[in-house]
């Protein structure tokens, strides 16, 4: 089978990206334009299928983690109201994480194992220090205060149930988290390198950690559930993690550096008078 070749719609996709990160090409390689391409491009109805599943099925969970409030022992207790927003929650990221796994997948099938003979980068070249203190602070900090609310208050149906979506949360993170890091690198020099090496980046950030902090704020302004006087506590909980979370993503922003010189394709055509 002969090499896939780009057409036009691809070639400008992967062009257009390469743009937004500082790199200016007039007919970007064929390895980027495949790769970058097949990321950017209309999901067939097969894919929107699947994670239409995935969404109903994280949903049909949140039901089924809603019946726990029946069993003896439980009932008559108010579990988390924010327990429904967990699970739409991994639906819809779990959706997402499985189109950007299956579009990578896509590509190297099209590119052929000769794009897989490079080494991954470290974890510590992708997750700054603002990442996994959002992270600390969504995971482990509230899991130090779940557990406080539910050995020093009578609300402990709330505090086990809210420690439930937030486990559930970290693992998911965690399986997201470790896919991105560890799946193989779409490269065969040093430019396509770089570039591997970003989207590793920006698909950490459909995975931000703060985004399981917020939920519980609907206890906070809808149910009450919580115990007396944790109101403020949960609130200064979801600002901080938020917080940390929005500040790295404005410093990252602004620290970004555009990829770095290399082979991304032919360059743009000159313009006349212009040297």
């Given amino acids: 089978m002969g090499e896939h070749v780009p057409n036009r719609s691809e070639v400008e996709m992967a062009a257009l990206w390469l743009g937004k990160h500082g790199v200016q090409v007039g007919i970007p390689t064929r390895l980027l334009a495949t790769r970058l391409s097949v990321r950017r491009s209309a999901w067939p109805r097969g894919l929107r299928l699947r994670q239409a599943g995935i969404v109903l099925a994280a949903v049909a969970c949140g039901v089924g983690y809603q019946c726990l409030q029946y ?5 008559g207790v108010e579990m988390t109201e924010s327990k429904i927003l967990y699970f739409i929650s991994f639906g819809f990221q779990g959706a997402l994480w499985f189109a950007l796994r299956r579009r990578d997948r896509e590509a190297v099938a099209v590119l052929g194992t000769r794009a897989l003979d490079r080494p991954r980068p470290p974890w510590r ?6 990442y ?3 992270a600390m602070v969504t995971f482990a900090g509230g899991a130090a205060l779940g557990a406080t609310m539910f050995f020093a208050t009578e609300y402990r149906t709330y505090a086990w149930s809210w420690l439930g979506v937030l486990g559930l949360a970290a693992a998911l993170f965690a ?16 430019a396509s390198l770089a570039v591997d090496a970003v989207l590793r980046k920006e698909d950490l950030n459909v995975v931000a950690p703060s985004m399981y902090a917020f939920p519980v704020l609907l206890d906070l302004v809808t149910t009450h559930r919580q115990p007396p006087g944790f109101t403020s506590w949960l609130l200064g909980y979801v600002l901080l993690a938020v917080g940390i979370q929005v500040i790295g993503a404005l410093v990252h922003q ?14 743009l055509p000159a313009r006349e008078g212009v040297r």
């Fill in 71 to 75: 069993l003896p022992g439980v009932r």
């Fill in 175 to 190: 399986m997201v988290v470790t896919g991105v890091v560890r799946r193989p690198v779409i490269a065969e020099d040093e």
């Fill in 132 to 134: 996994l203190a959002a």
């Fill in 254 to 267: 602004r620290r970004r550096p555009a990829l770095p010189d290399g082979h991304y394709g032919e360059p």
């Fill in 125 to 130: 070249e992708l997750v700054n220090g603002w």
